[in-house]
């Protein structure tokens, strides 16, 4: 069956850094686009970033431009979010989700808390 599985989440002062993974099974990942998505505590679930099926083009939200990096490696069936320079509003929970015309698949999130 289907699986995206979250890890990498938890708690990290401000500034810090932290890189959650993805790892995905019962599909064909290198067909599928990925995105990393995220949503706080009374707010709605935002797109964070974005990577293309061959990770040749990567797009994110303008609040984690130059702080965020996706990457993915397809001979592990994983993607990556590299999270630099962390702040309080980053505070949510991380959802991996991969995405191919009707096919949409997500994970049950990780937690991700930055407080000092």
């Known amino acids: 069956q289907v699986q995206l599985v979250e890890s990498g989440g938890g708690l990290v002062q401000p500034g810090g850094s932290l890189r959650l993974s993805c790892a995905a099974s019962?599909?064909?990942?290198?067909?599928?686009?990925m995105n990393w998505y995220r949503q706080a505590p009374g707010k709605e679930r935002e797109l964070v970033a974005h990577i293309t099926s061959t990770g040749g083009k990567t797009n994110y939200a303008d609040s984690v431009k130059g702080r965020f990096t996706i990457s993915r490696d397809n001979a592990k069936n994983t993607v990556y979010l590299q999270m630099n320079s962390l702040k309080p509003e980053d505070t949510a929970v991380y959802y991996c989700?991969?995405?191919?015309?009707?096919?949409?698949?997500w994970g049950q999130g990780t937690q991700v808390t930055v407080s000092s």
């Open positions: 989700n991969g995405r191919l015309y009707i096919y949409d698949y």
């Open positions: 019962g599909f064909t990942f290198s067909s599928y686009a």
